[in-house]
């Protein structure tokens, strides 16, 4: 889905808890230590094997870099959706106004 921007973050794996695989996927993705703080929202069904749930997070340790995607951006509350969301995302952008306020 080149060109798709998408969260952070990737599958559990067994014997993971959710926070577990947090931390690992950004370390992987984006070369950064974090702290998990929050969950938004509830569970968004993406298929019959894949669901999404989605964590606030503070960064503790690096400087975020593009490691497994083409680029990298942060948003402000008014940027949100000035970009081309993956389907499975879209659903939990408005979710994270709150946070962003």
């Known amino acids: ?3 798709g921007w998408e969260l952070p ?3 559990v794996d067994p014997g993971e808890s959710d926070e577990d695989a947090l931390v ?3 370390h992987e993705e984006l070369a950064v230590k974090i702290r998990p703080v929050r969950r938004v929202g509830g569970d968004w069904r993406l298929s019959d094997r894949a669901l999404l749930r ?3 997070a503070e960064i503790v ?3 975020p870099q593009a490691l497994e995607h ?3 951006r942060w948003l402000t509350i008014d940027e949100l959706y000035d970009v081309a969301w993956l389907p499975g995302d879209r659903p939990v ?3 994270l106004e709150p946070d962003l306020r």
Request: contains cysteine.
């Open 93 to 95: 952008i408005p979710e």
């Open 70 to 72: 083409l680029a990298l």
């Open 24 to 26: 690992r996927e950004c």
């Open 1 to 3: 889905m080149a060109g």
């Open 54 to 56: 989605v964590w606030t």
């Open 61 to 63: 340790e690096g400087e």
């Open 9 to 11: 973050g990737g599958k």
